[in-house]
């Protein structure tokens, strides 16, 4: 095997390893707007959520604007998990509504993903069948004064996301809809077009060699 062949053979494997590979993708909270709060006494949604008690700290999210929110710091896979609700103040169903599709309260456990390829604030929306359809959109603001939005850390790829119907008023627990967010890599496309490369180099050099 000549030198070149063993450069081009290992360029192929490498790319093909690095094909596989995927980008980084972290979530953060920008709190511009927000507020720590505890979880009050009257939060209970149902089922019961491990991992987000009564008494922990929250950064919460309300009124007509406000520009922090949840955010990706590159292109991402990003996940959404229905854990639980206790809706019976104002809605009878709560949705969480992305550019690609609406996550219900119907099933716990049920989820939705969609790829955000730029970074930034993460694109979704809490909305409600009460408030006559109102809703709150992340890093942007709610259509409705009682509507609040609050999250909690898990760890660098997921996060639990509160919604409330009745902030400012008798039902300010954030539990009318709860769900986990986790983000996940996206496969590098340069790493395909490296693979291709190097394949195809190797295919001239055999039927060089053959020629």
Request: charged share 10%.
């Amino acid at each position: 095997m000549t030198m070149m062949t063993k450069l081009l053979t290992a360029g192929a494997l490498a790319a093909a390893m690095t094909a596989g590979a995927a980008q980084a993708a972290t979530l953060s909270l920008d709190a511009t707007g927000g507020s720590v709060i505890a979880l009050p006494s009257s939060y209970n949604p149902s089922p019961s959520v491990a991992g987000a008690s009564i008494g922990d700290l929250v950064t919460n999210f309300s009124g007509l604007t406000f520009t922090g929110g949840l955010k990706v710091d590159g292109p991402a896979t990003i996940t959404f998990t229905y854990l639980g609700k206790e809706a019976s103040f104002m809605n009878s169903v709560m949705e969480l509504v992305l550019g690609t599709g609406v996550l219900s309260d119907a099933v716990a456990g049920a989820s939705i993903s969609f790829v955000q390829l730029t970074a930034g604030i993460v694109n979704f929306k809490f909305a409600t069948s009460g408030l006559l359809g109102q809703s709150i959109t992340n890093g942007v603001g709610s259509t409705n004064v009682f509507l609040d939005m609050a999250f909690k850390q898990i760890d660098a790829d997921s996060y639990f996301a509160f919604f409330g119907d009745g902030g400012g008023n008798n039902d300010n627990d954030l539990d009318d809809m709860v769900v986990r967010i986790d983000v996940a890599a996206v496969p590098v496309p340069a790493a395909g077009f490296l693979l291709i490369g190097a394949l195809g180099g190797l295919a001239a050099l055999r039927r060089r060699k053959a020629a």
